[in-house]
């Protein structure tokens, strides 16, 4: 901030602190078009889209609007328990999925795969429930940290360098979440 420049001209979609990686208009037209591939891949099955929450909500809700199919939706929500800012593996679930999902095609929504650890879990405890398919799809991918490498992500909207990004869903300390687009935070200690 230019000196003299007060504070009060900057909002919060304007926040000079963040930096635009994706614009809604980019978001949008890559969300399309894995609407179309699901679309496609999914025709004549049993589709549920499951979201986990909170982050994946944005994301979520733009994507069902964008596959062409007869579908149920669902939610899971889950801790990760973090050694500082490590992701150590462990998940707790906070709010388990509403219905059965025996015999369904389910499809996994994240906001972003980062270490893995937190989708890894995820899959494991959805594994044993007798669904027909479990697949994965995620807006953000952030290979770089990644330590489980055997993770397959089927559908990606992004891969994104190693930086810590927010919005659309995607929070910092549980703020940002509303942001219409993709941005860096580019001084950390200024949120
Ligand atoms: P992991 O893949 O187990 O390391 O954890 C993934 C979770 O960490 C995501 O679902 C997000 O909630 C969070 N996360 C990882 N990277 C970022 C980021 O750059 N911004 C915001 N949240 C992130
Ligand atoms: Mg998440």
Known sequence: MSPGTSSMEYTEFTDPNLEILYSPEQIAARIVELGRQITSDYTGRDLVLVGVLKGSSVFHADLMRAIDLPLTIDFMAVSSYKDGTKSTGDVEILKDLSNPIRDKDVLVVED??????????????????????????????????????????????????????????LDAAGRYRNLPFIGVVKDPEKI
């Open 112 to 169: 972003i795969v980062d270490t893995g650890l937190t989708l890894t879990r995820l899959l494991d405890i959805l594994d044993s429930r007798g669904a027909n398919s479990i697949k994965l799809a995620t807006l953000l991918d952030k290979p770089e940290p990644r330590i489980n490498k055997e993770l397959n992500i089927d559908y990606t909207g992004f891969v994104i360098p190693n930086k810590f990004v927010v919005g659309f869903g």
